[in-house]
């Protein structure tokens, strides 16, 4: 998967929307769909982060992006098919979705999870993604082909020690991706995963803040999983779970 080259034009004339555009991986697979066409949808909390990755797609000579501020912790239901309804005002179309956005959440013994902090991790990691999937699908069935790209981890297929929320969360996610899946079968519309692994990011570096940031791959280095699945050549597969980095030892993986 890690020398998988598309052409320039793999996503020309597609939309898609990227969660947690922007930092992080989620920025980078942003800047990676506009340089291969796709006019991208940034969402996020922070509108500033957002109005830079804007500039960084428009100065690539990407289409002309859209942002979207939210704040998956507070978002309703409403929010969702009001966004659903703008996105198919404005563009008509919804092509694919990379559910990018995370909570990590506190690490420590299950017996000390509050209440309080496990329902912000579920808000943000699982109830925001499937509100939201509710509210796009009849966009995406309409597009068909279209691809839906949820983000999982190591730790949401084996459980690990101290991981909580976040594992818990993570394992859902798996399995709503193969839900929706096999829901999905035959209609043009898939569903898939991506354990991007340990990269280089603020919340890879929160979890680990002993770790050597020198010593992992960046979001750019794993980008070829994130294209392939969004674009045409990835279009018989479905439900799968695949590991941005198949070439080291699964471990604890987190993104942002």
Avoid at 64 to 83: H, R, T, V
Avoid at 180 to 202: F, K, W
Wanted: aromatic fraction near 6%; include cysteine; glycine fraction near 10%.
């Amino acid at each position: 998967m890690l020398d998988y080259h598309p052409s320039s034009d793999l996503l020309k004339g597609k939309v898609i929307l990227v969660t947690g555009a922007g930092d992080g991986i989620g920025r980078q697979a942003a800047l990676s769909y506009g340089a291969h066409g796709a006019t991208v949808v940034l969402l996020g909390k922070t509108v500033k982060k957002l109005e830079a990755v804007y500039d960084e797609l428009q100065a690539q000579g990407s289409p002309e992006p859209a942002i979207i501020p939210l704040d998956l912790q507070g978002a309703s239901k409403q929010n969702y098919l009001d966004m659903a309804a703008t996105l198919r005002q404005q563009f008509g179309r919804l092509d694919g979705v990379l559910f990018n956005a995370g909570q990590l959440g506190a690490l420590g013994p299950f017996e000390m999870i509050g209440e309080d902090e496990w329902d912000k991790v579920m808000q943000v990691n699982l109830k925001s993604q499937f509100l939201m999937t509710q509210a796009l699908l009849p966009l995406l069935k309409d597009s068909k082909p279209a691809a839906i790209i949820f983000t999982s981890s190591g730790v949401g297929r084996q459980g690990r020690a101290y991981w909580g929320s976040y594992a818990v969360s993570k394992f859902a996610t798996e399995g709503m991706m193969q839900v929706l899946a096999a829901e999905l079968d035959g209609t043009g519309v898939r569903a898939n995963c991506i354990n991007p692994g340990a990269t280089r990011t603020h919340m890879r570096a929160r979890a680990f803040p002993a770790e050597a940031p020198s010593s992992l791959r960046g979001p750019a280095d794993i980008m070829a999983p994130y294209l392939w699945l969004m674009g045409p050549d990835s279009q018989d597969t479905n439900g799968q779970s695949i590991d941005a980095q198949p070439d080291r030892v699964p471990g604890a993986s987190v993104k942002s």
